[in-house]
């Protein structure tokens, strides 16, 4: 059983920058599709980024791009968020999550994603 495990939230002033973190457990990291949503209050779980398994294609959701990337550490098991400029709209708790079949492409829909981690709070105060 894959776990994922986020890092590197925290409170932030506006501008300001964050780097989230998410190590998997198991070996089957390097073959997966990865992606980051994130959940404000009140609100539900919305796509922000994805990538393939090798790193060559990525995808954002329109109001993170040019501010946020998306990368990862095959060697690692370790998936990053990189986000800069950030704003309080930025404001969620994110959260990472794998496909966990194979050889799967990257996917904006939560839905195809079967192992989620346990989210890390993202604070960005005006």
């Known amino acids: 059983q894959v776990q994922l495990v986020e890092s590197g939230g925290g409170l932030v002033q506006a501008g300001g920058s964050l780097r989230l973190s998410c190590t998997a457990s198991?070996?089957?990291?390097?073959?997966?599709?990865m992606g980051w949503f994130r959940q404000a209050p009140g609100k539900e779980r919305d796509f922000v980024a994805t990538?393939?398994?090798?790193?060559?294609?990525?995808y954002y959701t329109d109001s993170v791009k040019g501010r946020f990337t998306i990368s990862r550490d095959n060697a690692k098991n370790t998936l990053y968020l990189q986000m800069n400029s950030l704003k309080p709209e930025d404001t969620a708790i994110y959260y990472c999550?794998?496909?966990?079949?194979?050889?799967?492409?990257?996917?904006?829909?939560?839905?195809?994603?079967?192992?989620w981690g346990q989210g890390t709070q993202v604070t960005v105060s005006s």
């Open positions: 999550a794998q496909r966990s079949r194979p050889w799967s492409v990257p996917s904006t829909e939560s839905r195809v994603y079967d192992t």
């Open positions: 198991g070996r089957t990291f390097s073959r997966t599709s």
């Open positions: 990538i393939s398994r090798s790193g060559d294609t990525t």
